[in-house]
């Protein structure tokens, strides 16, 4: 072998070292390629978020309980992103039972594309066997193929909140009846029957997993089992209703035990045993005054249970003032018995609710309609009772409105203020003089019209009547009809802003020709029991208006121009 000769070294190439010393240019980036484009498929598949494990032995167990492949296939057909209850598709975790409710599931829209991914394995070079035949571990290297072959535009998601679920007894007889119409078994259906009530809401039972425990390590007083063998549950019968919650999302309900509900011990009236019971301590209890209707026989003499609770807690000074006042009168409206009070005392009365049932009744009918009436006081047996009948007049220029608690304030404060102003001592909305008129609703008892002309045919005792009557009560019916032209003439007068004169009055009850009847106004005929009696309610073609426009006319005739 030759070797070489000895001397200096040199460098191979003088050029080279030349050549790095002086650094050579980079050349400029190129853009990335773009990705190349491929078509899609035009082959679709519809996917199912199954909420559960699903193996290919267990994929048709799964259908199955979405309702079958019918059911999926109708699902997904009727999926037009519209209405969304014709979308759902329901998994039913144990098919075949009635009470058990499914999981809702929803199907969305989506742009999914499936793709197929094969993955091949191949050795590399090199790659040895040793003798009993193992490879090397990083011996295989994969190749993976990706293949679109569909795109998926609906999915079938479940993410809703699944509902409660409760299973009753089936052994029940309600449980036999909701099989029967499942199946429109008629037989089942007519062999039910409703069982006697039994208080057996609760069931005490043997705790089949309780632990049987040594009498000797239990304490004093205690019996071996008596904490742990028996359990509790219960016996309510409850059925599940189609579904419990409506909530698809989960919220923070912050449920809270009723702080009105106590725990009370009742005794039952046949058997004396006591039972508890939850009582709301703030339930609504009923302290309107006994109502009774005209047909009814006898009065009450005492108030409602309720309301005789509450009389120990009633405000003694204005109860007082109360039952003297229905002692010196024994029929009172609304607004003449509030009139007699302060607005202070007036608010009190409203508030408690009980200070006029304690002392009063109400008639739903009748001439004394919408009227308080002293407790044992009849007045369809005393005569002189005719001077406390309610006439009421429509105006159907006045809609009814309920004003809202503000404007009332309002108005309350208004009529304090402008009492203390001009010193009056009494409201006088509920007397009807003539001459002023303090609303534009005319309801008055005839003791509280105090005009001339009224008071003298109210008092009239040729007018009175030997039995009571439901439509004019004391009155005969002639007597109390020209009592309502005349009242109903001035009032809406007044409402006009003009006094009504005693010639116009007059006029109005001159019968027609050859006729001992008032003139015939026009009336529409009422269905029995549909109106009431004592109203005498006008029709709109009857209104002030025209009545004004008429008794004009009729002036006109009878008073020529010259």
Known sequence: MEQPEAGPSRPAATSSTHAAAVPSPQPAPSAPAPAP????PGTHFYSVEYPGYVRPTSA???IERLGGQPAIDSAFRRATGRDKVES???????????????????????SNIVLKVVKRKRKRQGQRRDGAGAQDDDGAVGEYTVEAVGVVPKTARFRSMADFQYQPDMSDPLAHLRKAMDTMDVDGILKYHIPPEKEDYTITETDPFAMDIDPQLLGEGEIAGSSTSKTTRSNLRLFTPPLFSRQGVPQNYNYKANTASVETIVVDDHTNEEHKRLINRMRWKGYGPIAISYADKGVPNNPSPAVEEQRSQADKKILKRLEDLFEERP???????????????????INSKYLLPLVSYVFEDGPWRDTYVR???????????????????????HPISRPSVVSRRQEQRNESAQARF????ERRSHVFDGATVT????????????????????????????TCSERDGWYTAHALERIKVVLRHKFFSLLLGHVATQEECERLLVP???????????RTRLKPGKHNMAKGALPPEDAAAHRLMSTLEQQRKTFPTR
């Open 37 to 40: 484009e491929r078509p899609l």
């Open 60 to 62: 048709p167990l799964a």
């Open 331 to 349: 029929v009172w409206t609304r607004a003449a018995i509030f009139n007699q009070f302060t607005p202070m005392e007036v608010r009190d009365i």
């Open 375 to 397: 407790l044992g006081y009849d007045p369809r047996q005393d005569p002189e009772a005719r001077f406390y009948q309610r006439l009421y007049f429509r105006n159907i220029n």
């Open 439 to 466: 609303s534009e609703t005319a309801a008055f008892q005839l003791c509280d019209i105090t005009d001339a002309m009224l008071a003298e045919m109210i008092a009239d005792e040729d007018a009175r009547r030997e």
């Open 422 to 425: 001009s010193g009056a001592d």
């Open 88 to 110: 759902l598709l329901e998994l039913r975790l144990r098919p075949g039972n009635p009470y058990a409710h499914p999981i809702p599931g929803e199907i969305v829209p989506t």
């Open 512 to 522: 027609d020709e050859g006729s001992s009847k008032l003139p015939q106004r026009h």
